[in-house]
């Protein structure tokens, strides 16, 4: 939809309703880095795929590779 279209129809003037846009991607432009997900690294063994963030342990990982693969 074209926005100054969707600004009549809402009853507010264009330039009001590209003002709002900017603010809202200029916040999430400063909210997306801090929000965005940990990387992730995917293992696959056999037919399991197992994602783990980086905060899980040496050890932890271990334990999971041990698991899956004694099943």
Same mark, same amino acid.
């Given at each position: 939809?074209?926005?100054? =279209? ?9 330039? &009001?309703? $590209?003002?709002?846009?900017?603010? $809202?991607?200029?916040? &999430? ?15 696959? @063994?056999?037919? @399991? ?7 899980? !342990?040496?050890? =932890? ?6 698991? @899956?693969? !004694?099943?």
């Amino acid at each position: 939809m074209n926005v100054s =279209a969707l600004a009549r129809r809402l009853g507010i003037s264009p330039p &009001q309703l $590209f003002g709002w846009r900017k603010a $809202f991607l200029k916040k &999430q432009d400063a909210v997306t880095p801090a929000c965005a997900p940990a990387p992730m690294v995917e293992i696959v @063994v056999g037919e @399991v795929t197992i994602r783990v963030g980086p905060d899980l !342990s040496e050890a =932890a990982l271990r334990r999971i590779l041990r698991a @899956v693969r !004694s099943a």
